[in-house]
């Protein structure tokens, strides 16, 4: 209720176009909510990237977007071939070095900090590819409260409590910018029944957050795949898959992806970029490997991921593994 009030409030004062019918809109289906889990606890680790969580609510396919004054300034969202869509999300991160009982700054391990933020997305997608435009805004440091939700959920869990917060990065409003084409050059069978897609990438990233640039592929095969775009982790851009077709009969899909990074930039590691804060020296090279399962019934997305990250910088002890639960639903 509260997010169809926000829709209609936006649309009554310019912001949003009326949306497309679906009779003029094959691709266009209702708005989405996005709920999003990613944690170490799965791989039974606390460490490094230790937790996140994100909720995102999508709006439906736009009519007019050459009106909008979010989106007519933006390249590659005005053929009449595409379906624009806006995404408004926030967030957390969470990052930790490896022996959270020590209160001293390890000078070998990364820095403790934490990530809130809003973000606010541009989806526009043909049948075969995808742009994404995503702006955040946050903050890292203690305004981010990830001390405090780190120590209250390791409470409830009766886990270790993270004793070394008092030397997390320093207060600081981060801004990002994140730009990523993805397109489905490969299909093997029917839209209904088994099937298999190849779907490569490509991104870049940049801002006082992260400067970095990306490329890698993802398949995925099963039974009545939902005509998305693969991942949906929480990471700059989302690695996210929104699309228009959420609702539809069952299916399940198992998927694997590849992405490499060259890494400019890293606040995380680098340290604030404004005054003196720990820091490690990072690996400007970097490669993740994702592997999942996504079950759509109905109005529900439900998916699975466990991902695996190469080490992010020179001195860390060794690779890391977390897992991501993601649901969507189509409102």
């Known amino acids: ?94 990052y930790t070095p490896d022996d959270i009982t020590l209160t001293e700054i390890l000078p070998n391990d990364r820095p403790y900090a934490g990530h809130l933020y809003l973000s606010f997305g541009v989806h526009s997608r043909s049948k075969n590819l995808k742009y994404l435009w995503e702006l955040s805004v946050g903050m890292v440091g203690p305004a981010s409260l990830a001390r405090e939700a780190q120590k209250f959920v390791h409470k409830i869990l009766n886990a270790e409590d993270p004793r070394g917060w008092q030397n997390q990065l320093h207060n600081e409003f981060v801004l990002g910018l994140v730009f990523e084409r993805k397109q489905k050059i490969l299909r093997w069978g029917e839209v209904k029944g088994f099937g298999m897609e190849l779907i490569p990438h490509i991104g870049a990233g940049v801002g006082n957050l992260y400067i970095y640039a990306a490329t890698g592929a993802q398949v995925k095969f099963g039974w009545n795949m939902p005509d998305d775009f693969g991942s949906k982790l929480i990471r700059p851009g989302g690695g996210r898959s929104t699309n228009f077709r959420e609702k539809g009969p069952f299916g399940i899909y198992a998927f694997a992806m590849i992405d490499g990074k060259g890494v400019a930039r890293n606040i995380f590691l680098d340290g604030n970029t404004f005054g003196i804060s720990h820091n490690v020296r990072k690996n400007p ?24 990250w190469s080490k992010k910088f020179e001195t860390e002890s060794r690779n890391q593994v977390f897992a991501t639960l993601n649901l969507t639903i189509s409102l």
């Open 1 to 94: 209720m509260i997010l169809r009030l926000l829709t209609v409030i936006l649309i009554l004062t310019g912001w949003i176009p009326f949306p497309a019918s679906s009779q003029s809109n094959d691709l266009g289906e209702p708005q989405a909510l996005a709920i999003n889990f990613e944690n170490d606890t799965f791989s039974r680790t606390d460490r490094c990237y230790t937790g996140g969580h994100r909720l995102t609510w999508i709006t439906e396919a736009l009519a007019d977007t050459r009106k909008s004054p979010w989106i007519k300034w933006m390249p590659f969202t005005r053929s009449p071939d595409f379906q624009n869509a806006l995404s408004f999300s926030i967030g957390q991160s969470i």
């Open 285 to 308: 090279w970097t490669v993740e490997l994702v592997l999942g399962l996504s079950v759509r019934f109905g109005r529900f997305n439900l998916g699975y991921e466990q991902v695996f």
